[in-house]
T-cell receptor
Framework: EAGVTQSPTHLIKTRGQQATLRCSPISGHTSVYWYQQALGLGLQFLLWYDEGEERNRGNFPPRFSGRQFPNYSSELNVNALELEDSALYLC?????????????FGPGTRLTVL | QKEVEQNSGPLSVPEGAIASLNCTYSDRVSQSFFWYRQYSGKSPELIMSIYSNGDKEDGRFTAQLNKASQYVSLLIRDSQPSDSATYLCAVKRAGTALIFGKGTTLSVSS
């Protein structure tokens, strides 16, 4: 069974540009979570999508947004990039049945903002 | 108070020893607890999940949960150099995302 996939692997942008990151969940999973892992800050929750709806968002500005498509894949958009947005962006999926809701991570997208 | 706290380490153990990793959390309504392993430059990999008080064993790994003390731990028996990584503790309550600690770096020397 294929795991969570993310694209691209690496992304280099300049300050002020927009970045789009993509995630495909494990087959049968309906929930997608996005996390940011910046150097020294640990994993920070960004956004949670389930069944096409945004369920929760972390303490990030509105220029971080996303959506979930009917096939449950998801896209994270970061507008007006700032240098501090440089980080590893991780997508995780779960089966969304509630309860323990074990999350499995994709390989991540390394975003570098110059 | 941080929501999930872990000793950042590094925790150094010799090959074959038991490594003990600890985590405390502040939210008493947390329901699910997870340990992930993360190698440098890679994404987190699920090792163990635990939901009830007590011990849960899976191969060389044992997770221990004490909800009254708001404490969860991971024991790694017969530690191997390949176990050298950062171990992330994560907690979850219903309707929320995972909340992670900053991780403990484990170094196993051969």
């Amino acid at each position: 069974e294929a795991g969570v996939t993310q694209s691209p692997t690496h992304l280099i942008k300049t300050r002020g540009q927009q970045a789009t990151l993509r995630c495909s969940p494990i087959s049968g999973h309906t929930s997608v979570y996005w996390y940011q892992q910046a150097l020294g800050l640990g994993l920070q929750f960004l956004l949670w999508y389930d069944e096409g709806e945004e369920r929760n968002r972390g303490n990030f500005p509105p220029r971080f947004s996303g959506r979930q498509f009917p096939n449950y894949s998801s896209e994270l958009n970061v507008n007006a990039l700032e240098l501090e947005d440089s980080a590893l962006y991780l997508c995780a999926s779960s089966d969304g049945t509630g309860g323990p809701d074990t999350q499995y991570f994709g390989p991540g997208t390394r975003l570098t903002v110059l | 108070q941080k929501e999930v706290e872990q000793n950042s380490g590094p925790l150094s153990v010799p090959e074959g020893a038991i490594a003990s990793l600890n985590c405390t959390y502040s939210d008493r309504v947390s329901q699910s607890f997870f340990w992930y392993r993360q190698y440098s430059g890679k994404s987190p990999e699920l090792i163990m999940s635990i939901y009830s008080n007590g011990d849960k064993e899976d191969g060389r790994f044992t997770a221990q949960l004490n909800k009254a003390s708001q404490y969860v731990s991971l024991l790694i028996r017969d530690s191997q150099p390949s176990d050298s990584a950062t171990y992330l503790c994560a907690v979850k309550r219903a309707g929320t995302a995972l909340i992670f600690g900053k991780g403990t770096t484990l170094s196993v020397s051969s």
